[in-house]
């Protein structure tokens, strides 16, 4: 083993923590805001990811429709072979109409006028450990941009933080810096919905007089400029802490975000038309689609 | 031939560490319970003990910490701060202790874990931008990830020091 001198060794370990304390510190200035270099790791890395997603689900597919039937199946080879091939493409054509019909929720979902929204699949989530994003493999070449939202016909899921050429990275409404402007469905009571790391939200308002109740519906507000007024964002589940000040409470998110496979990604919110045509932002607007209300159970 | 063969061994390298960050992402996202993993981290320490060459561990903690942070949403630089210090401090061990005894191993996995969360606090703390660590879910998450790292990093350590076990 050859020894290193002391001095290179603090000199390149110095170097390298500076370095990155740099790139810490350095704004997101770029017109994307994603920047160059994510942006190539983002490129490099993705396929791949896509790759080993698509081989870990062919992989359970041949887990769950051969292998698991072997037992079943003690008469003669050839029938066996031929009843486990008709059943593998019996369920790769059911898998198929599930999807459509997955898909098709999201063709009667109503869209804010803009750049058409963007069906996506997720691929993969965020491999720090320590954030609540995930990766879809569509990018900015199929019209993802930075600072959109994304949804699920459920509810919102989060918004887009980067955004390279052919993927994207969404920062879901869990994580701890997320913050949604709120609306109480019944009261109309605005608040911020916020993340705090694990699978549930918190509600934060200041309105004096005003009481929260578990199961009341929570929208979104539109006043954070990021989401269009009206999406659904979960359910209140239980009434936190009542100080002089501000109000707590949590909330289920509506979307499943564990178990998240596709998600619909809105265009940039024109901020001269907040609304949505459709959703539930008041009583006196036009009435939702009957696809796009948050009172029917969301699909667990 | 010698320039070929360390291209083709530089190429292989990467495509290792490239695999690491793409398979944390992937399993972490398939299945709950690989959140607590940081098989990044994991590798780092490895490193560090099995090569004990500290610019080397740098220059692999700053890679695979860059390649995580581009991955996910943190600032970048979070990671690679993180994860440089954690597999020089690594290498440096590895000169200095015998890391090969299993106590060794588990201790040090505890505490690069640990160092590896309250960094990330800590530069939350100081910086404006994102940075993930240790997040309202808190302290049980942080002992689980603790114990996952460990068992996780002895596992792995065993199986791929067995070829170093037999040459000595």
């Given at each position: 083993m050859v020894e290193e001198s002391n001095k290179a060794v603090w000199l390149v370990l110095a170097g390298a923590l500076v370095f990155h304390l740099v790139l810490m510190s350095?704004?997101?200035?770029?017109?994307?805001?994603?920047?160059f270099a994510r942006s190539v790791v983002m490129e490099a890395l993705t396929p791949a990811e896509r790759l080993v997603d698509h081989s870990v689900q062919r992989v359970t597919s041949i887990w769950n429709n051969y292998f698991a039937l072997l037992d079943t199946n003690d008469e003669n080879v050839r029938l066996r072979a031929e009843v486990d091939r008709l059943r593998m493409e019996l369920q790769a054509n059911a898998e198929a109409v599930r999807e459509a019909e997955r898909l098709q929720r999201y063709l009667s979902l109503d869209t804010p006028d803009g750049p058409p929204p963007v069906v996506a699949r997720v691929t993969g989530g965020d491999p720090s450990t320590s954030q609540r994003t995930v990766t879809l493999n569509r990018g900015q070449s199929t019209g993802v941009e930075q600072g959109a939202p994304a949804r699920t016909p459920d509810g919102i899921v989060g918004r887009v933080i980067h955004a390279s050429w052919s993927s994207s990275i969404v920062q879901l409404v869990t994580d701890p810096s997320s913050a949604v402007g709120a609306l109480v469905l019944e009261s109309r009571i605005q608040g911020i919905v916020r993340g705090n790391g694990t699978s549930e939200l918190t509600l934060e308002h200041s309105e004096d007089g005003v009481r929260l109740l578990p199961g009341q519906v929570v929208l979104t507000s539109g006043a954070d400029k990021v989401y269009p007024k009206g999406l659904p964002i979960g359910v209140i589940s239980e009434v936190d802490t009542v100080t002089d000040l501000v109000s707590t409470a949590r909330v289920t998110p509506f979307a499943d975000l564990g178990r998240l496979e596709e998600v619909l990604v809105l265009g940039i919110l024109n901020l001269e038309t907040s609304e949505v045509s459709g959703d539930l932002a008041s009583p006196s607007d036009s009435p939702a689609s009957p696809s796009d209300s948050p009172m029917e159970t969301p699909r667990r | 031939m010698n320039s070929y063969g360390n291209i083709r061994a530089i190429a292989r390298f990467a495509l290792l560490l490239a695999a690491i960050v793409v398979l944390q992402g992937i399993l972490s996202f398939r299945f709950?319970?690989?959140?607590?993993?940081d098989l990044p981290l994991i590798y780092c320490i490895y490193y560090g003990f099995t090569r004990a060459k500290p610019i080397g561990a740098v220059a692999i903690g700053t890679v695979l910490g860059l390649m995580q942070d581009s991955l996910s949403g943190v600032a970048l630089g979070t990671n690679g701060f993180t994860k440089t210090l954690v597999a020089f401090l690594s290498a440096t061990a590895g000169t200095k202790f015998d890391v090969d005894q299993t106590i060794t191993r588990v201790i040090a996995l505890i505490l690069f874990t640990l160092l590896d969360s309250v960094l990330k606090v800590v530069l939350g703390a100081l910086a404006v931008a994102a940075t993930g660590g240790l997040s309202g879910a808190g302290l049980g998450d942080l002992i689980l990830s603790i114990l996952s790292n460990a068992l996780l990093g002895l596992v792995l350590f065993g199986y791929r020091s067995r070829p170093y076990d037999a040459a000595t």
């Open positions: 350095l704004p997101a200035e770029q017109p994307s805001g994603t920047g | 709950r319970v690989f959140g607590y993993f």
